[in-house]
T-cell receptor, first 111, second 114 residues
Framework: TQLLEQSPQFLSIQEGENLTVYCNSS?????LQWYRQEPGEGPVLLVT?????EVKKLKRLTFQFGDARKDSSLHITAAQPGDTGLYLC???????????FGQGTTLQVKP | SAVISQKPSRDICQRGTSLTIQCQVD?????MFWYRQQPGQSLTLIAT?????????ESGFVIDKFPISRPNLTFSTLTVSNMSPEDSSIYLC???????????FGEGSWLTVV
């Protein structure tokens, strides 16, 4: 059983389109994080959300943490080829101290 | 922020042999973790490396196969024992900065077992 369900797992879109990636769980998380990973490299942290209902923006990326701290979303506006990569949500279930990852979303943005 | 260095970055190993991966952090950190990642897939937590005591393993991972050491607050090793082709993967070390909110990753060690 996957603790964090991430969807979609694959996404291929044209440059300029918008997209949203979802990360859902039945468990409550102390915090949720989003990472981006490029081939041959380790994951790089994009954002951490810790408060239910929190919204954070990073240029064209908007991250939201659900009110109940069980889900999160990543929205990319006007995607560019440079956004291509593997996007991973990860969360720390309450009182565990461990970081658990979703299945990942492979995004391809075609010029 | 913490900078994490892993060695080796890449290796090709013979079936039945063992390989030890080293992870060095440039500052003292409270928590260190080891993950496995199949190419193109997500990360699976192997274990939490505890300083001065035995590592805490996740379901499906055992100490005999993946012995881990953490002699101090900046260094840890993961050994992949008696390797088979199924162990071909990327192994990543990570460390928490103590705030509980930020975890940094090394660039990974790419192992191919032939």
């Amino acid at each position: 059983t996957q603790l964090l369900e991430q969807s979609p797992q694959f996404l291929s879109i044209q440059e300029g389109e918008n997209l949203t990636v979802y990360c859902n769980s039945s468990s409550v998380f102390s915090s949720l994080q989003w990472y981006r990973q490029e081939p041959g490299e380790g994951p790089v942290l994009l954002v951490t959300v810790v408060t239910g209902g929190e919204v954070k923006k990073l240029k064209r990326l908007t991250f939201q943490f659900g009110d109940a701290r069980k889900d999160s979303s990543l929205h990319i506006t006007a995607a560019q080829p440079g956004d291509t990569g593997l996007y991973l949500c990860a969360g720390t279930p309450s009182n565990t101290g461990k970081l658990i990852f979703g299945q990942g979303t492979t995004l391809q943005v075609k010029p | 922020s913490a900078v994490i260095s892993q060695k080796p970055s890449r290796d090709i190993c013979q079936r039945g042999t063992s390989l030890t991966i080293q992870c060095q952090v440039d500052s003292q950190v409270t928590m260190m973790f080891w993950y496995r990642q199949q190419p193109g897939q997500s990360l699976t937590l192997i274990a939490t490396a505890n300083q001065g005591s035995e590592a805490t393993y996740e379901s499906g991972f055992v100490i005999d196969k993946f012995p881990i050491s953490r002699p101090n607050l900046t260094f840890s090793t993961l050994t992949v024992s008696n390797m088979s082709p199924e162990d071909s993967s990327i192994y990543l070390c990570s460390a928490e900065d103590g705030s509980g909110n930020t975890i940094y990753f090394g660039e990974g060690s790419w192992l191919t077992v032939v």
